[in-house]
Nanobody
């Protein structure tokens, strides 16, 4: 089992930057890829981006390319989501997720961290 804990959310102003962290513990060696998702009020959860645990290969949602960067620190078992030029529409609960395979379902989820962007 893998435990994921997000942190770094908060209230920011439009145009600000924010870095979210996701600390993994437990059977982290089983993880192949880590992802970030978000869910705004009244909307479905959407994919933000992902990074492979070993190679660091990244994939971002088209709508967010250029404003976000996902990185990882293997020594700390932590994945980061750097968000720049934040907009009010970025307001959402941001979730970290882990997957043990290159494809398939996301097996592990964090509890989420709230990001609120004021205009």
């Amino acid at each position: 089992q893998v435990q994921l804990v997000e942190s770094g959310g908060g209230l920011v102003q439009a145009g600000d930057s924010l870095r979210l962290s996701c600390a993994a513990s437990g059977r982290t060696l089983s993880l192949y890829v880590m992802g970030w998702f978000r869910q705004a009020p009244g909307k479905e959860r959407e994919f933000v981006g992902r990074i492979t645990w070993s190679g660091g290969d990244t994939l971002y949602a088209d709508s967010l390319k250029g404003r976000i960067t996902i990185s990882r620190d293997n020594a700390k078992n932590t994945v980061y989501l750097q968000m720049n030029s934040l907009k009010p529409e970025d307001t959402a609960v941001y979730y970290c997720a882990g997957r043990t395979g290159s494809v398939g379902i996301w097996n592990n989820w964090g509890q989420g961290t709230q990001v609120t962007v004021s205009s």
